[in-house]
């Protein structure tokens, strides 16, 4: 029974139409896979299948250009934005903003268990009246790269999670959502482009990817329950976990300065970084450090914002673009 199963499976495979299916949906395949994966890629890439699309997009490549920006917007940042970051925490004003900031120091205590993370204390930090007592261990670049790479494959599920309820709410309702869910989505894919870039300098083991799966799994389920309840508990509770990775990237980068992370001195970005986020291509890891900071610094900002103006309220930052836009408009004019 078994042979003659795969004896028809062969001559079913071997028919003409059947073969040219096949061809089809593999040209398919390859054509999605290099129109979503290229324009991040070497510029020097060469051995490519000859189909029409792919070398329009090689040759736009190799001219430096974008042949077709699929990525979501996202910030491009000037030098002084980038060294302009500071690290900040909003005031309580009522318990949902208590219940937050309790959830992220929960969860900041059992990351750093699992991370070994452990710093030495900023001079800011240090209390002029007591002297420091005891010495902290220094965090290595494995150590490091393990911290991003974990922070970072959790980071992108509140965007997610907040913009897939959102467009569910949308199409239940059949209202309109009025900006939020492009500002989410563009969240969590800039996180997912953090932890591509950090995945260029170390592939984690099967038991790393176990953690983060079992993390992602638990972290989505009672976020997305959460956020079904208050949306504004959760993006309130987003801010405070973005102050907390501020710290954390801002740590890093002194570290760097201080000279206790020599591998990554002068360790070139990597392509997708410069790619993405336009660096020059002399960029180092120092570079592509305060880049993820300023985005995390911006989605600080964002999620406060739409906690304090509440779910039912249009997104600011859509309203205040438009405005922006308008009044260029009305200036050329």
């Given at each position: 029974?078994k ?9 079913n ?27 991040l890629?070497?510029?020097?890439t ?6 029409p ?5 090689v ?5 430096h ?6 990525m ?18 909003k ?20 990351f750093d ?5 452990m ?5 800011s ?6 002297a ?8 290595t670049?494995?150590q490091w790269l ?8 959790i ?13 569910m709410?949308?199409?239940?309702t ?6 939020w869910i492009?500002t ?15 995945l ?15 993390g992602?799994?638990a972290?989505?389920n ?6 079904l309840?208050?949306?504004?508990v ?17 740590r ?13 001195s002068?360790?070139p ?9 336009r660096l020059?291509?002399?960029s ?6 305060l880049?993820?900071?300023?985005d995390?610094a911006n ?19 859509v ?6 836009t ?6 050329r004019h």
């Amino acid at each position: 029974m078994k042979t003659t199963r795969l004896l028809l499976t062969l001559h079913n495979l071997s028919s003409p139409s059947k073969t040219a299916y096949l061809y089809q949906v593999n040209s398919i395949q390859s054509r999605c896979f290099l129109h979503t994966s290229m324009p991040l890629m070497d510029k020097n890439t060469t051995c490519v299948e000859e189909h029409p699309h792919t070398r329009a997009v090689v040759q736009a490549i190799n001219q430096h250009q974008q042949p077709s920006d699929y990525m979501l917007n996202h910030e491009i940042y000037t030098e002084k934005e980038l060294h302009d970051v500071q690290i900040t925490h909003k005031k309580f004003e009522s318990w949902h903003d208590r219940v937050a900031y309790a959830a992220v120091r929960t969860l900041r205590l059992v990351f750093d268990v699992f991370t070994g993370y452990m710093h030495v204390s900023t001079p800011s930090e240090r209390n002029s009246t007591k002297a420091i007592q005891h010495t902290h261990k220094m965090m290595t670049e494995q150590q490091w790269l393990r911290r991003f790479i974990f922070l970072e494959s959790i980071a992108g599920v509140p965007g997610m999670v907040g913009g897939m309820s959102r467009h569910m709410k949308s199409l239940r309702t059949m209202r309109r959502d009025y900006g939020w869910i492009h500002t989410l989505l563009s969240e969590a894919e800039n996180e997912r482009m953090h932890l591509l870039t950090f995945l260029e300098l170390r592939q984690p083991g099967w038991l790393f990817r176990g953690f983060v799966l079992l993390g992602q799994g638990a972290f989505f389920n009672a976020f997305f329950l959460t956020y079904l309840i208050s949306p504004r508990v959760c993006h309130r509770f987003v801010g405070f976990l973005e102050e907390e990775a501020v710290i954390t990237y801002t740590r890093c980068i002194e570290d760097i300065d201080a000279g206790r992370l020599l591998a990554w001195s002068n360790l070139p970005a990597p392509q997708i970084a410069k790619t993405y986020w336009r660096l020059p291509e002399n960029s180092t890891m120092r570079d592509v450090l305060l880049a993820v900071r300023a985005d995390e610094a911006n989605h600080r900002e964002v999620n406060h914002t739409l906690a304090d103006v509440g779910p039912n309220a249009p997104n600011p930052f859509v309203v205040q673009t438009k405005r922006q836009t308008d009044r260029s408009t009305a200036e050329r004019h």
